[in-house]
């Protein structure tokens, strides 16, 4: 069964950097883009960019432009999304989201990233 | 950057069919932003309902429906069901990037 896994919760300092994975299992990690999404508090939903590991390639939201990396290890099926010099209003739940053909069907559990001195 | 708006909220009867709507700050919306439709109750991750305008995921239930409605994306749920009360969000494919729209509460009651 497809499934994506995500590491745990994190609490990080201003000014300080979070990376996230996703574990991908149940099908073909390479052929499909992952995406990451985020969700402050009380907030709606905002797409912060996808990578598509068979082709290495990236494109990323123009506000995370600079300060996100995603990247995607076939090896170990895995993503990961990096965000630099945190800041409080990157408090969030972090998702990550496969998309199979043009869609957004399977999601992680989410890791909420807490950003406080 | 495209800005995407859907109705804040919308209240409806159990029973009752309800349409979301989802526009865009470029134009219309057309198959080529690859509307998606996702559903979201409290406290749990999204989960898909709708893709490519309206085409369904094997779980998502018969009652939902996409479509094009005008210049926007619609979603449509038919006999609303109590367990259909929650966040309903759109996102397009949009200048190379994915844009969602701010979420629509749907109560149903």
């Known amino acids: 069964q497809d499934q994506l896994v995500q590491s745990g919760d994190e609490v990080k300092e201003p000014g300080s950097s979070v990376r996230v994975s996703c574990k991908a299992s149940?099908?073909?990690?390479?052929?499909?883009?992952i995406h990451w999404v985020r969700q402050a508090p009380g907030q709606g939903l905002e797409w912060m960019g996808r990578v598509i590991p068979i082709l290495d390639d990236t494109t990323y939201a123009q506000k995370f432009q600079g300060r996100v990396t995603i990247t995607a290890d076939e090896s170990s099926t895995t993503a990961y999304m990096e965000l630099s010099s945190l800041r409080s209003e990157d408090t969030a739940i972090y998702y990550c989201a496969r998309d199979a053909t043009g869609d957004f069907d399977y999601w992680g559990q989410g890791t909420l990233v807490t950003v406080a001195s | 950057q495209t800005v995407v708006t859907q109705e804040p909220s919308l209240t409806v009867s159990p029973g009752g069919t309800v349409t979301v709507t989802c526009a865009s700050s470029?134009?219309?919306?057309?198959?080529?932003?690859?509307p998606n439709w996702l559903q979201q109750k409290p406290g749990q991750a999204p989960r898909a309902v709708i893709y490519l305008t309206n085409k369904k995921h094997s779980w998502t239930p018969a009652r939902f429906s996409g479509s094009l409605l005008g210049d926007k994306a619609a979603l449509t749920l038919s006999g609303v069901q109590r367990e259909d009360e929650a966040e309903y969000y759109c996102?397009?494919?949009?200048?190379?990037?994915?844009?969602f729209g701010g979420g629509t509460k749907l109560t149903v009651l």
């Open positions: 470029t134009g219309a919306v057309t198959s080529g932003n690859s």
């Open positions: 996102v397009l494919y949009s200048g190379g990037t994915w844009v």
């Open positions: 149940g099908g073909s990690f390479r052929s499909y883009p």
